[in-house]
């Protein structure tokens, strides 16, 4: 799959194509859904597939969120789950104060029809784009015969009755309902952070950890408490236990920190190196104990209970 900027577009990249638009967050069931679709028709019509998409969320632009506040996915993992799924092209288009102010009609021009000549464009109900959010399956409709495309709308996509969403996911996640995420996700929700030094007392308790820089993570955490994990690290897959929270036992500042302890992992330094963090259950509440002896025999209890999930 080709990775393309919108700053660096041209005119005619292709000379036809299928074509989807959307953010894309979380890259859910839904997502999924409707890339598939997008991509019958670029089979169909031997014709290259293109996923449009935006960096940051306009959301987060529009209205002056940190990131970590509302992402739910980074853009490697996005590019790798497009990847996967047989996409040609992936053009990112870099979102900005001065772009929320194109008309949608000339976002049509500029960023689908000029450069990927599209013959199938392929859009879920509820998008929108241009400015004040005037491009929407309507507006793409009146311009089919004059742009000579064919326009697909995709209904919402459910599970169990609902209606996958990201904002129904960012809402399980911030809950910690980590198993009725995946169900909508397909896959285990992730943190992407940087590891740093700690202050060892993990190590001291018999459970060392790798403590994640907070600051370099640019998606939401789950809620505050104990979460059973794994991690892929140099192509193989480790198992461990995770605390989100502020380790009220040891500290009583407002520093929140991410820990992670691997059952089966001692080899390699990873100061400094990304981390990769699934999240498959939730296990307990973030909680005081009177003492550290209090706190390890708990902590012996989360690995035990960790250890026993299905994965």
């Not at 793409?140 to 599970?159: E, F, G, P, R």
């Not at 036992?249 to 059952?263: A, C, P, R």
Request: charged share 25%; hydrophobic share 35%.
């Amino acid at each position: 799959m080709e990775l393309l900027k919108s700053s660096s577009l041209t005119n005619n990249i292709v000379n036809t194509s299928a074509l989807t638009i959307g953010t894309f967050d979380g890259m859910h069931l839904g997502h999924i859904h409707l890339i598939e679709n997008m991509l019958a028709l670029s089979k169909k019509n031997n014709c290259p597939s293109v996923v449009i998409t935006f960096n940051p969320n306009p959301f987060i632009v529009l209205n002056n969120l940190d990131k970590s506040k509302y992402h739910l996915i980074n853009n490697r993992k996005r590019f790798e789950i497009l990847e996967s799924l047989g996409v040609d092209y992936l053009c990112e288009i870099e979102f900005d104060n001065s772009l929320a102010q194109l008309s949608a009609y000339d976002f049509l021009s500029n960023f689908i029809i000029n450069p990927f000549n599209p013959k199938d464009v392929v859009i879920g109900y509820d998008h929108h784009f241009g400015r004040g959010r005037e491009g929407n399956s309507s507006f793409l409709d009146k311009y089919s015969s004059l742009y000579n495309y064919s326009l697909k709308v995709v209904d919402a996509y459910k599970i169990s009755g609902d209606i996958i969403s990201s904002s129904l996911i960012r809402s399980l996640i911030k809950s910690g309902d980590i198993l009725r995420s995946k169900e909508l996700l397909g896959y285990n929700y992730s943190l992407r952070g940087t590891v740093i030094k700690g202050n060892s007392i993990g190590r001291e308790l018999g459970f060392p950890t790798a403590n994640i820089d907070v600051k370099s993570i640019e998606q939401i955490c789950p809620q505050n408490g104990v979460y059973s994990i794994k991690s892929k690290i140099n192509e193989d897959y480790y198992h461990g236990m995770c605390n989100i929270g502020y380790k009220p036992t040891l500290t009583s500042g407002d520093k929140m920190s991410i820990e992670v302890h691997f059952f089966n992992y001692n080899k390699f330094d990873l100061y400094n190196k990304k981390l990769d963090i699934e999240f498959v259950d939730y296990v307990r509440n973030e909680r005081k104990f009177e003492n550290l002896e209090d706190l390890k025999l708990q902590l012996s209890k989360d690995k035990d209970y960790c250890t026993k999930i299905e994965r």
